[in-house]
Nanobody, 126 residues
Framework: QLQASGGGLMMAGGSLRLSCAASGETFSIYGMGWFRQAPGKEREFVAAFKWSGGYIWYADSMKGRFVISRDTAKNAVYLQMNSLNPDDTAVYYC?????????????????????WGQGTLVTVSS
């Protein structure tokens, strides 16, 4: 089970930190990631963290503004979002991969992930 939190209303240029904690059978997590979905749009990859080796991937539009981090002891992943703009308005979902390793060719696909959190809404006003 994944529990995401930290969303809210923010002015453009501000920052937010999202958190996602995994509970239950967490020993088999291979990686976790963040996706987002804006109204009327498809779910979009944001960032992912591969547990083994500590590989990190970002969507090109988030590089330099968003930072993903993890706490393996807590089976948690975080997303620090800086320089927010109205285009970042979306429901942000965390996801976990438990059925095998994350690879560079698959980390950005929603279907790669086995478990999803309920989503947390981020609204950025101009």
């Amino acid at each position: 089970q994944l529990q995401a939190s930290g969303g809210g209303l923010m002015m453009a240029g501000g920052s937010l930190r999202l958190s996602c904690a995994a509970s239950g059978e967490t020993f088999s997590i291979y990686g976790m990631g963040w996706f987002r979905q804006a109204p009327g749009k498809e779910r979009e990859f944001v960032a992912a963290f591969k547990w083994s080796g500590g590989y990190i991937w970002y969507a090109d539009s988030m590089k330099g503004r968003f930072v993903i981090s993890r706490d393996t002891a807590k089976n948690a992943v975080y997303l620090q979002m800086n320089s927010l703009n109205p285009d970042d308005t979306a429901v942000y979902y965390c996801a976990a991969r438990k059925s095998g390793a994350l690879y560079a060719s698959t980390y950005g696909r929603p279907r790669t992930y086995d478990y999803w959190g309920q989503g947390t809404l981020v609204t950025v006003s101009s």
